[in-house]
């Protein structure tokens, strides 16, 4: 049931278009003005979701003090997150284990 209801919601989110697939997140440092910078360049303004394949300490203190963002490691990401998500920011690696876990 978990499998079909995320399924469903990654599905309706790529349809429209809040899904932005990188190859990675790379941050010289733990700076939030960086982390910023990086989802107002992918075209995420209000509430995203960031889904990364492992954790990243660099990632986590970078993003924590950013409104609206948040983080999560592939799979463990729930179907809420989706949906409550504007615009989900996803590297490759994470889609990978997603579809490994999922599909």
Known sequence: MR???LRSA???RIADDAVVV????KLDGIS???MAAFLDGVGANRRALVVLDG???E?????RNIPGVELRVAPSVSVRDILNADK???TRDAVAKLEEVFA
């Open 3 to 5: 499998r079909g209801a």
């Open 10 to 12: 990654l599905s309706a």
């Open 22 to 25: 990188v190859d990675e997140i």
């Open 32 to 34: 939030t003005k960086k």
């Open 55 to 57: 954790a990243s300490n």
């Open 59 to 63: 990632i986590l203190l970078s993003s």
């Open 88 to 90: 989900i920011i996803m």
